[in-house]
């Protein structure tokens, strides 16, 4: 199964995101972007990759002992950035003092539950962001004024308080634009 740990946005700030990303999508070379879908945003703390079924019962109860031990944060989406010139992200930034280091050791020992079990993608830093696009193949597109675009934008606090797995079913039908399906396998409230 292909797997990831995720902090899933409210509500709220998935209304306040989709009305940017409407925005954003008015920009010369929006086209050149395969958009995700607002149902499958989440904050990324791990990705796993491939991992085999006889290992998902202990990855679940390594995450959910990470979810007793951490505590709610209070997040906010503001701003955004790129990774190189592949794709746009929403930037998470601490809306109380230590919310960003908090999430980072959140990030961490999700990562640690993960190289546990012997997930392959858990060796990667982390980065607090939501993926909104990314470049299609083959279309040259300068993200630049994308980012720019988001430099204003900021999104409603919220209290993440709920630590999640997610499955991502990878599109098999060969359709262009065809996004991955995401799956929550089983969540745990932070500080259990």
Known sequence: MRLFAALMPPPDVVRALRRQVAELRTLPGSDALR?????????????????????????????????????????RLRGGGRFGGQALWA??????????????????????????????????????????????RGAPTPLAPFTSALADFTAPAWPADRLTLVRSHLPRSGVPGEQPHYEELASWPLGG
């Not at 904050?43 to 007793?68: I, M, Q, S």
């Not at 930037?91 to 392959?120: F, I, M, N, Q, Y």
């Open 91 to 136: 930037d998470v930034t601490e809306d109380a003092p230590g919310a960003r280091a908090e999430l980072a050791h959140l990030a961490d020992a999700a990562a640690a539950a993960g190289r546990r079990v012997g997930a392959p993608g858990s060796e990667h830093g982390h980065r607090p962001h939501l993926t909104l696009a990314r470049v299609r």
């Open 35 to 75: 958009w995700t879908r607002p149902e499958g945003w989440h904050l990324t703390l791990a990705f796993y990759g491939d991992v085999p079924d006889t290992a998902v019962p202990e990855l679940t109860a390594r995450l959910e002992r990470a979810a007793r031990r951490g505590a709610p944060l209070p997040l």
